[in-house]
């Protein structure tokens, strides 16, 4: 099993940053900004699918995820402080989040359902974050002239997910999570993000005065599609996860590591001396 570090990132969020803080690219920070208005609903819901599908294991077998569980709680719970933060900036520059509450109220209609559907969601979106993890980790030289905290802070958060991406599979497994059913919530999932994606990161450049600019989508389209694109690096290992035999651990990396042990001076781990 794992061995989770809970860590506190040791960066600023209460000094405002610029608008277009991501180099100065006005579709680079309207995506990433979309992203995080999705975390902290989001980061909850993963809280609580994990949470509940620790406790419906038999008693014999949680010890086997106690820590781990304890860890994956941990670092979301960090990860939506964090993320908070970071959207009260983005409010106060006018943008308005309408990501989190729509999530909010699809996810109400999961209350009482079997929490292996709770951990089939997670799986899924979980994959969806591994993968972007280690797209920005492989390409974070692409956050070259960002806001130093803010590349700090996403660099900090894809490290973090890399680490905890076989979390959720595994309680799903254990609990006897059928094949069928992860395949349908991946499906579901992807069309979810990837619109929800789009039309946040559209919202955030219509109030912001961007949306119809030629260069804005010249941007965009370089970022997802390009040589280095995010969604052309990230086809592959999204099929992947359709596989009967596919476990998140099969994709090996030491990016996440390697992050974190080159910048130590960045975090401390909750609970140190």
């Not at 990016?255 to 910048?263: D, F, T, V």
């Amino acid at each position: 099993m794992a061995d989770l570090v809970v860590r506190r990132l040791l960066i600023d969020l209460e000094t405002p940053f610029a608008r277009h803080w991501c180099g100065g690219d006005a579709f680079r920070s309207a995506f990433f900004n979309a992203l995080s208005m999705s975390f902290p609903v989001g980061e909850q819901f993963f809280i609580d699918a994990v949470r509940n599908g620790f406790k419906a294991l038999p008693a014999d077998r949680q010890e086997r995820f106690r820590a781990e569980v304890q860890g994956f709680v941990g670092q979301e719970a960090t990860h939506r402080r964090i993320h908070g933060l970071f959207n009260n900036q983005l409010e106060k520059q006018g943008l308005v989040n309408a990501w989190g509450p729509r999530a909010q109220k699809r996810l109400k209609l999961l209350e009482g359902v079997d929490p292996r559907h709770w951990l089939g969601i997670t799986a899924a979106n979980e994959h969806f974050t591994a993968i972007f993890a280690e797209w920005m980790l492989k390409n974070h030289d692409l956050l070259d002239g960002c806001d130093a905290r803010l590349k700090t802070l996403w660099l900090w958060h894809s490290a973090e997910e890399a680490e905890h991406k076989c979390t959720a599979f595994d309680l799903y497994q254990a609990l006897g999570g059928s094949h069928a059913w992860r395949i349908t919530w991946m499906r579901r999932v992807t069309f979810i993000f990837l619109s929800e994606a789009l039309r946040q990161t559209i919202n955030n450049l219509r109030r912001d005065g961007t949306l119809w600019k030629w260069r804005t989508w010249k941007s965009g389209a370089s970022f997802l599609f390009g040589r280095r694109g995010l969604l052309r690096q990230s086809y592959q290992p999204w099929r992947e996860y359709f596989r009967d035999d596919f476990h998140p651990n099969q994709r090996v990396s030491d990016l996440s590591q390697r992050w974190l042990a080159e910048n130590v001076g960045q975090y401390t781990p909750v609970g140190a001396g």
